[in-house]
């Protein structure tokens, strides 16, 4: 699936930062009934150590929440890195 959020976040990590890079993104439950599921993408160095966050995505369900979070942080690389 080469039109997923998630794999198109990890593509143009790899195309612009070489492997230096990880991208990754978190989800999380949480108590709010509207909304249940939060993710959040973010950058790690080769520490683990975060060096860039993206907003958060909060959805009714854990994969449409994760797909937001990939998608959002895959347009900010992709404005910055054409």
């Given at each position: ?8 976040f ?9 492997g ?10 949480t ?47 992709h404005?910055?890195?054409?």
């Amino acid at each position: 699936m080469l039109d997923d959020p998630c794999t198109r976040f990890n593509n143009i990590t790899q195309r612009v930062f070489r492997g230096y890079i990880t991208p990754v993104v978190y989800v999380w439950e949480t108590n709010d009934p509207e909304n249940p599921w939060r993710a959040e993408a973010r950058l790690l160095n080769a520490n683990n150590l975060t060096v860039a966050k993206f907003a958060q995505s909060s959805a009714t369900r854990k994969q449409r929440a994760k797909d937001l979070a990939a998608h959002t942080a895959y347009q900010w690389l992709h404005a910055l890195y054409p």
